[in-house]
């Protein structure tokens, strides 16, 4: 009896996988009202969302959209940030990349270059250019001038704190504009005790978060002039590496195996008390309001800022079409619609990241009331700039092979300074930078 | 090899008759090849042809781009690769890791396989037991390592503190022990078809020899070194090569575990040549390093085969 009833539910799940097949590809032939002079589409989207608000935000969105767009079915899929580049490099090469492509603009400088974007530039509606500025626009612009994809949401670098360990250890919450590095590491310093480190700090993958954190300090790393880029690395580059490593082994106030660990390795111990600060992406919040146990309480510090300011680089999210793709002008309607400032505003709360878009940034704010460390973030998120690191060419595989395992090195208190800085040099002129 | 040992045990008559079938007026050799087609299509189509494309796509310029064109730039690649320091550094790591995991895997599942061949109690369920890490795709063992050797909560370094010994060390993530512990992981993971091929193997000794000896006089040391293994070495021969192809080119516990980290201390060559083909696309030079590998590979075999033949016949 039972094993008859796992036939027929077997069968059943055949049949409807075959149909799913049959009419997939159709994009609903028998349900077109308007069909448009190419006759209905469909597209395939492969979001990254990771989070389950920001997963439902963005079915939500693209369930409006095909509501509205009976001809333009666009197709959900679901892809994951650990291994997004592999599998584009492996589908751009086969021919079977999804048509609208969700990614960050550090990792899709690349394929600009490789010519498997679409330029969205005749696509695009006024109110979306103009909705973000033309900083953040210049980290999605190709050599060539096209705009390879839609700026979507940022992230920035903050300091997450228990203000539990704040009130046991007597140390009021530092408020202001901006947190100065001095200040910070005091702060680290006064926080350490009893075995408990002021700091945990996810640094598995330092060279993302020393490129960002080093604008600060006016360290930028790279000239590009026109397709080739020279390296200089000086005391500003060398800055943000040369205090974690004196607050590692000086200090002793940042616990050195969180430095070996991934950012989500390191949040139990920011949970349990061992970490009285946590730093990461702001996006963490989410999981800090999802996961953190009954009764932890936290805040977001002010931005962290060095000599020259606050500033972080602007490594927006992007949206992009495949150039191959059959449907490219379908596609950018579609971005175009996702880039509104009511969908960013969504997915913004759902992810705590920074819409790239100000109107959706003031909608952000009206709706969360600048509460949970909503401000904060924000704010932080006004002085993000484009980086020049973003349009080094080589700047992933040097990225990889050589800056990775030198700072893990560095940080890991096996190398000097100095090394640090031969090893960052020549490996630029050894990926042929 | 493998033909010697498999041919030994057969009588004389049998492959003169063998072979009159096949060479018969009916041209049967003819018909046969017709009847071995439908099982080497599969093979040509889904293992030689790759395999070729492979070997051939060393020798371009194969690049990610949109409609790149690939031409031929015969040994450039390899030039080129004579010069990358840090292939060749991964490529040391590799043959630490490969031949390490070989020889420590040999040396506990020989131990492990003459202590399941004994009479002892439970037999059957310590044997099957043995097992179950082959039971396990790589990636579910590399992720049940990384929570065991997680340097906070891990229960390795749990159990290492109840014992009195410190428990603070950072496995995966320092420097000096990263390689170390992949290595043990590796060891782990590949132990059950070793075991159980020596397994198999023990269960082939004669009983009337380990019994001559001991009337001999032959204690249980001399019965091990001159009865149990000059019989079992071709199984040994047989499983430590496989075993080194196989650790050489394993490739998803390390990925897993520590993705070549820290510091690159763990970059074995397969994950090298995955990050240059499918990080950076330059498919033309990943090949090429995938083709220096199987030469490497080949030579190794070579001089232990030949070694090994060696051996036996004086």
Redesign the interface.
């Given at each position: 009896m039972k094993r008859r009833a796992a036939l027929a539910a077997g069968a059943l799940a055949v049949a409807g996988v075959l149909t799913g097949c049959a009419f997939g590809g159709g994009g609903g032939t028998s349900s077109s009202q308007e069909p448009s002079a190419e006759g209905p589409v469909t597209l395939t989207f492969q979001s990254l969302a990771f989070q389950d608000t920001t997963i439902a935000a963005t079915k939500e969105i693209v369930d409006s959209w095909n509501k509205d767009h009976p001809d333009i079915t666009v197709k959900l899929q679901q892809g994951s940030w650990d291994n997004v580049?592999?599998q584009l490099?492996?589908q751009?090469?086969g021919g079977t990349a999804p048509d609208i492509i969700h990614d960050e603009s550090a990792d899709i400088a690349?394929f600009a270059n490789?010519?498997?974007l679409a330029d969205l530039k005749p696509y695009l509606s006024d109110d979306v250019v103009n909705a973000v500025s033309k900083d953040v626009w210049s980290t999605v612009t190709a050599q060539d001038g096209s705009v390879v994809a839609a700026p979507t949401l940022m992230q920035t670098y903050v300091v997450f704190a228990n203000t539990d360990a704040f009130a046991a250890a007597g140390v009021p919450l530092p408020d202001g504009k901006e947190l100065s590095w001095d200040d910070f590491q005091a702060l680290a310093k006064k926080l350490t005790a009893d075995g408990k480190y002021g700091i945990g700090w996810g640094l598995?993958s330092p060279t993302a978060t020393v490129m960002n954190l080093a604008l600060g300090f006016g360290g930028t790393f790279f000239d590009n002039n026109g397709g080739s880029s020279t390296i200089h690395v000086g005391d500003a580059e060398l800055e943000v590496p040369k205090r974690i490593n004196e607050m590692t082994y000086s200090d002793k106030s940042i616990d050195p195996?969180s430095l070996?660990?991934s950012g989500s390795?390191v949040l139990?111990?920011f949970f349990d008390g061992?970490y009285a600060m946590y730093v990461g992406g702001n996006y963490v919040a989410q999981q800090l309001t999802e996961s953190a146990p009954k009764g932890f309480h936290w805040a977001v510090l002010p931005p962290l800022a060095g000599s020259e300011g606050t500033m972080q680089a602007a490594n927006p999210q992007t949206m992009s079409v495949a150039?191959?793709s059959k449907h490219v002008k379908q596609a950018a309607e579609f971005i175009d619609y996702f880039m509104n400032p009511t969908n960013q505003a969504k997915l913004a709360e759902g992810d705590w990241l920074i819409p790239a878009s100000a109107p959706a940034r003031e909608q952000v704010a009206k709706d969360t009331e600048g509460k949970n460390g909503w401000s904060a973030m924000l704010a932080s998120g006004e002085s993000l700039t484009a980086a020049p690191f973003q349009s080094a060419a080589n700047y992933?595989?040097w990225k990889?092979?050589y800056a990775?395992?030198?700072l893990?090195?560095f940080l890991?208190n096996?190398i000097s300074a100095d090394d640090l800085k031969k090893q960052l040099t020549d490996g630029w002129a050894?990926v042929g930078g | 090899m493998s033909t010697s040992t498999l041919t030994r045990p057969v009588p004389p008559v049998a492959p003169p008759k063998r072979r009159r079938r096949n060479t018969g007026p009916n041209g049967g050799g003819r018909d046969a090849w017709l009847l071995v087609l439908p099982a080497l299509i599969p093979v040509v189509l889904f293992s030689v042809y790759p395999l070729m494309q492979g070997i051939l796509l060393g020798f371009t310029d194969s690049k990610a781009g949109l409609n790149a064109v690939v031409s031929f730039n015969g040994l450039e690649n390899y030039a080129r690769l004579a010069g990358n320091e840090l292939f060749w550094n991964s490529f040391r790591i590799g043959l630490v890791w490969a031949f390490g995991v070989t020889a420590l895997q040999f040396l506990a599942s020989l131990g492990l396989a003459l202590l399941l061949n004994l009479d002892l109690k439970f037999r059957g369920v310590a044997r099957t037991l043995a097992l179950v890490p082959w039971a396990m795709p790589p990636v579910v063992i590399a992720i049940m390592w990384r929570l065991m050797l997680n340097p906070s909560y891990g229960p390795i370094n749990e159990a290492m503190r109840t014992v009195g010994f410190p428990g603070d060390i950072n496995w995966l993530g320092s420097f000096s022990t990263a390689l170390p512990a992949v290595i043990v992981v590796g060891v782990w993971a590949g132990m059950p078809q070793t075991t159980i091929t020596l397994l198999a193997g023990l269960q082939n000794v004669p009983a009337e020899l380990h019994e001559a000896a001991a009337i001999d006089g032959a204690g249980v040391l001399h019965r091990f070194w001159h009865v149990t293994l000059p019989a079992l070495r071709p199984i040994i021969v047989a499983i430590t090569t496989l075993d080194l192809i196989w650790n050489f080119n394993s490739f998803a516990l390390v990925f897993v575990l520590t993705a070549g980290g820290p510091g690159g201390q763990t970059m074995l060559p397969m994950l090298f040549a995955y990050n240059e083909a499918f990080r950076y696309g330059e498919f033309g030079y990943a090949a090429a390093m995938g083709n220096v590998m199987v030469i490497v590979i080949s030579v190794f075999l070579f001089l232990y085969l030949r070694g090994q033949a060696r051996s036996r016949l004086s």
């Open positions: 580049h592999d490099v492996t751009f090469q690349g490789q010519g498997y598995k195996v070996t660990q390795d139990p111990g061992s150039a191959e992933p595989q990889d092979q990775t395992p030198s893990q090195k890991a096996n050894a | -």
